[in-house]
DNA sequence: ATATTTTGGTTTATAAAATAAACTTGTTTA
DNA sequence: TAAACAAGTTTATTTTATAAACCAAAATAT
């Protein structure tokens, strides 16, 4: 049985990209809301997919407040993609 | 967002249910070979799902040697097409 | 006959994750 | 100007997953 990417099969993590499969953009505050996750914990996981390479995270100051914005790279996308194949393998749908 | 049951969202423990929504009974060692688990893990793992009421598990005696035989519940069955429901929401599918 | 290995596991220990709690820095607001 | 808030980060704790060690009985080799 092929084994489903570790880095993806996570409630948050799966959670984010998943989001940011729909939205092309996407901050911390929104994706905080959406996913009710910790500030902590939504931290964490966006530097573990951000260093796998699954997102990139762009981190500015905008009008005084910093502002992290994240989106899902290509790399990103293909590992979705296989994780979703990979899937359907274990369920048969 | 609708949590994905815990219980199942594991890569070993969702292999282990795959299996077992195809074939209605299977033993330790034959799950343990399509797993490729070791018998440690796969011994938790069928525990976590038999206390869950997912699975249920008989031990016998078989010509001297023991058998663990486990078969998906109508619970188990139940939580895994909510858990199939849940994940296509997440992607899309 | 008796060591030795194998089978079919269980129990306990370790490593890795996820999560939460505490902290930081700058910014409003009372 | 002290208190509260926003947007995060860092560190600590808890939970999970995994592996290593162990066990009992049976089969095999010596």
Known sequence: MKELDPLLHSQLRLAIV???????????????????ATSGNLSVQLDKL???GYISVRKEIV?????TTCSLTPKGRD????YVRTLKEYLHI
Chains 1, 2 share one sequence.
Do not use: I, M, Q, Y
């Open 50 to 52: 951000s260093e796998a």
């Open 18 to 36: 998943s989001l940011l499969l729909t939205v092309e953009e996407a901050d911390f505050v929104w994706l905080k809301e959406k996913t009710e």
């Open 79 to 82: 590992a979705l993609n296989e």
């Open 63 to 67: 009008g005084k407040k910093p502002r």
